[in-house]
């Protein structure tokens, strides 16, 4: 076998390879993973039962990864295809033509990054992201200087209590309710599902929590959705649905699986903001660490420059939630343009909207604030962002097209300048649909007032009803 750099290996290297030769890769890494795990158990940086735990994912990865599989295959069947997929640049392997690469199962490891692809019953793809198992190490620092500061801290209050009341039979008792530190561990495999619309990630959501095979299960109560949450409550403009997949393994032991569930030009946003998570969570870990010794000024700083990271996460969330939802209003186009029209079927509504598409509106489309829905300016054909979103939805731009650089609004229009006939015919038309179909989504957007700010919207009624009067 020829020699393979650990730090550096690609699926590509495995297409050549036996089943037994990637196993023996992976008996290397899982060596190297346990000797981790031993020492920070003999420094006492982790106890009995974080080191039972971590050991039952890195004993042997590869049978941890073809549970997940299992799972997956039980709920969605044979993948169409496998790539190569780099998680944090959204990038999967093409040869020299531009086109995908599927190098198959084999490659399906727990030290390389797949995507696998599946076809909803609308043809619509589904994406099945599984980047590489997280190392020993990173689970420790993770056990230790997160998850651990919390139960630590918890543990105190307790002994606290103990020191006043002198219950020792309440101190066991309520110690024992602490969650243990692996509780929140849960993404040492992890996975996300990408769908391209908003009833594709609910239906998956069904579909998992209805699970009927013994191999996994889901707790609905341990479920986060993000899509349900109140958009007052949703500063940044992130939405997914977090899942907890329980696998029962052969011996009986259960381990824990994180999956996402995402929309797919949602997840694009995702990528983009991760680096700057990263940046946000640097600052503030310093600031926590080292605050009390920095100069005021200095934290002022910090502080501002969180601000300034978290603001501009929420702006590129907010530019491809638009997005979305101008995908939206292309499906209506199409189905409009490229069916009911060429067959000359006439609209079933007097203001000239079909049934089909208000249903389709009314189930895909997500608010992007509690203001009043207005088709003709949110869809104008003359705003810089709607066609920045429509360049990158027909692949005129790429996704991470930096909307923020000193030169993207002239990028931005040197490519629309060059638009055929059709693509601009078709960016017009998106703009008379939103305005042909505005009555339903501004039903979509006082409903989710409604829900979210029951108690504001009666108020905002009442003060409407007393004006028409």
């Known amino acids: 076998m020829k020699e393979i750099d650990l730090q550096t290996i690609k699926a590509k290297d495995l297409s050549d390879l036996s089943f037994e030769e990637i196993d023996a890769i992976q008996e290397d890494l899982n060596a190297a993973n346990l000797e981790t795990i031993e020492k920070a158990y003999q420094q006492h940086r982790i106890d009995d039962y974080e080191r039972d735990y971590l050991l039952e994912f890195f004993h042997d990865g590869m049978a ?69 198992m997280k190392k020993a190490a990173r689970a420790i620092e993770k056990i230790d200087a997160e998850y651990g500061k919390e139960y630590r801290r918890k543990f105190n209050q307790e002994l606290e209590r103990l020191f006043t009341s002198e219950d020792r039979d309440a101190f066991c008792e309520n110690i024992q309710d602490i969650p243990q ?76 699986v994180e999956a996402q569930l995402k929309i797919d030009t949602l997840y694009q946003g995702d990528i983009l903001t991760h680096g700057i998570y990263e940046q946000v969570r640097e600052t503030e870990a310093l600031l926590t660490k080292k605050g009390a010794q920095m100069e005021d000024f200095e ?54 909207t079909y049934n089909r598409c208000r249903a389709f509106l009314s189930a895909e489309y997500m608010p992007e604030s509690y203001q009043q829905f207005n088709g003709q300016e949110d869809f104008s054909a003359a705003s810089e962002i709607n066609k920045l979103c429509y360049l990158r939805m027909i692949g005129k731009l790429p996704a991470d097209f930096d909307m923020f650089a000193e030169t993207a609004s002239k990028h931005i229009n040197y490519k629309f300048a060059r638009l055929s006939p059709a693509e601009i015919e078709r960016f017009n038309g998106l703009n008379e649909i939103a305005m042909r179909y505005e009555s339903v989504v501004r039903r979509k957007v006082n409903d989710r007032a409604r829900t979210d700010q029951p108690k504001a919207y009666a108020g905002l009624i009442a003060k409407k009803e007393g004006l028409a009067k």
């Open 299 to 352: 934290v002022r700083q910090k502080e501002a420059q969180i601000k300034i990271l978290n603001n501009r996460i929420r702006q590129i969330n907010e530019v491809f939630l638009h997005q979305y939802n101008m995908v939206v209003m292309d499906k209506v186009y199409r189905i409009e343009n490229d069916g009911y029209r060429p067959l000359r079927v006439e609209p079933e509504n007097a203001d000239g």
């Open 64 to 132: 941890v990864e073809r549970e997940v599989y299992r799972s997956l295959y039980e709920t969605f069947g044979q993948p169409e295809r496998t790539c190569s997929y780099t998680p944090a640049t959204g990038k999967v392997e093409t040869d020299k033509n531009g086109h995908e690469i599927d190098y198959g199962l084999k490659v399906l490891t727990p030290f390389t990054g797949t995507r696998l692809q599946y076809r909803d019953k609308n043809i619509n793809h589904i994406y099945v992201i599984i980047p590489p």
């Open 181 to 256: 530190t692996t509780s929140k561990l849960h993404d040492i495999l992890r996975l996300t599902i990408t769908c391209k619309y908003l009833s594709d990630v609910q239906r998956i959501k069904r579909k998992l929590s209805e699970n009927k095979s013994s191999s996994f299960y889901i707790n609905t109560d341990e479920t986060r959705d993000r899509f349900s949450k109140p958009l007052s409550q949703n500063e940044k403009k992130y939405y997914d649905i977090k899942m907890i997949i329980h696998h029962n393994m052969p011996n009986g032991k259960i381990l824990d």
